[in-house]
């Protein structure tokens, strides 16, 4: 699946459990690992897991890997590594304070919607 297709698949998971301030970066200049970076937030710790559980289940569900699946004990902040690309949803307040945007790209990747 190209890196196009996972976004929209990433990003519809995370729309459907009512995540907001979705952002994608583009990160295949700044590293080797990964391709794109995913960040979005969620109201409580319940919904942070939720989040990332979805995104799992969607990603598997369409022969994707789920190499990792991080702080899903606190909910405050979940890291999914698919390999591709890292998932990161957290609560606005630990997203404000770790400002993951700024490391990664001041400006995000338009995504396109699907017609």
């Known amino acids: 699946m190209n890196i196009q297709k996972q976004q929209r698949l990433i990003i519809d998971a995370l729309e459907d459990t009512k995540a907001v301030d979705i952002k994608v970066f583009n990160t295949t200049e700044m590293t080797s690992l990964f391709d794109r970076v995913i960040i979005a937030s969620g109201t409580s710790n319940r919904q942070t897991r939720a989040m990332a559980g979805h995104v799992a289940d969607q990603a598997r569900r369409h022969g994707l890997s789920v190499i990792a699946i991080e702080g899903e004990d606190t909910g405050e902040w979940v890291l999914i590594d698919l390999g591709d690309v890292v ?6 307040d630990i997203r404000l304070y770790y400002n ?10 338009r995504v396109k919607l699907l017609s």
């Open 87 to 92: 998932v990161h949803c957290m609560q606005p």
């Open 100 to 109: 993951l945007e700024e490391i990664w790209g001041a400006k995000p990747v």
